[in-house]
C-alpha cells in the first residue's frame, strides 16, 4: 500500500529520516497541489479549505534578502517604508501578493502592511531565492529557503530588525472519525523533525 504525502511548498526537511523510520513501507512523495485521494499533507501559509482537518507542526520564519550586487546598484532600504523606492519579487500564490507584512512594534498592536513593487511574480520559493540571487530585487523568503545563500554570502539580511510575518506549517487531511495510526506516525515525525533543523529555528552558520 503506499502512502501518499502532497507537498505545496519546496522539500521541508529530510524525508530520509521517514524512510528509515518505516523500512517495510512504500512511500510516494509527490510535490503537487492536494489533489484526489491522499492520507496526508503539508501546507505552508494560510489554510483555505475548510473540509480538510489541519493540525500545527511548526512556524517557518523568513527574511527579507536581497543580493549584494542589487544593494550596491540600488541600494538599501532605510526602513521598510522606503521598499516603496524599491524593486521587489512577490509570490503568485499568495493573496495580495504585492502587500507585504512585518511584525508589529509592539505586540499587541497588528502587523504592518505595505504596498511594494513587483518586478517578478512567481509561485515557486526557489525561483524567488534564485531570482534575487541574480540581484534582480529584494525579496521575501522562508529561512529554510535563504539559509544557504545567506550563509554563502549570496544573499544579504535586509532591516534584520524588521521580521516578516512568518508562515504557519500545518499537517491537513481528510476528516474521518478515527485518524489512522500511520497519520499520527508522519505527524510526530514532522513535529521533530522541524524541532530539530535548525534552518527553521535561525540561520545556519
Not at 489512522?180 to 545556519?204: C, Q
Request: charge should be neutral; aromatic fraction near 8%.
Amino acid at each position: 500500500m503506499l502512502f501518499f504525502i502532497s507537498i505545496r511548498a519546496p522539500s521541508c526537511c529530510s524525508w530520509t529520516g521517514l524512510q528509515r523510520s518505516w523500512p517495510n513501507r512504500k512511500t510516494d512523495y509527490a510535490h503537487r497541489s492536494i489533489q484526489g485521494r491522499y492520507d496526508l499533507g503539508v501546507h505552508i501559509g494560510r489554510l483555505h479549505d475548510s473540509s480538510l482537518i489541519a493540525r500545527r507542526l511548526a512556524v517557518s520564519r523568513r527574511v527579507m534578502c536581497c543580493s549584494p550586487a542589487y544593494a550596491q546598484n540600488a541600494g538599501l532600504p532605510v526602513s521598510i517604508d522606503d521598499l516603496a523606492n524599491h524593486t521587489c519579487i512577490s509570490y503568485a500564490n499568495v493573496p495580495s501578493n504585492e502587500i507585504w507584512q512585518f511584525e508589529p512594534v509592539e505586540p499587541t498592536n497588528t502587523p504592518r502592511s505595505l504596498t511594494v513593487r513587483s518586478r517578478i511574480v512567481t509561485s515557486n520559493d526557489e525561483t524567488v531565492r534564485d531570482t534575487a540571487i541574480a540581484g534582480l530585487g529584494i525579496a521575501i523568503l522562508p529561512v529554510f529557503v535563504a539559509a544557504q545563500a545567506l550563509s554563502k554570502g549570496q544573499l544579504i539580511d535586509i532591516l534584520p530588525d524588521e521580521h516578516p510575518v512568518a508562515d504557519t506549517i500545518y499537517a491537513i487531511y481528510p476528516q474521518s472519525r478515527y485518524i489512522p495510526i500511520k497519520v499520527n506516525a508522519i505527524i510526530n515525525y514532522l513535529r521533530t523533525a522541524f524541532r530539530e533543523d535548525p534552518a527553521w529555528n535561525g540561520l545556519e552558520s
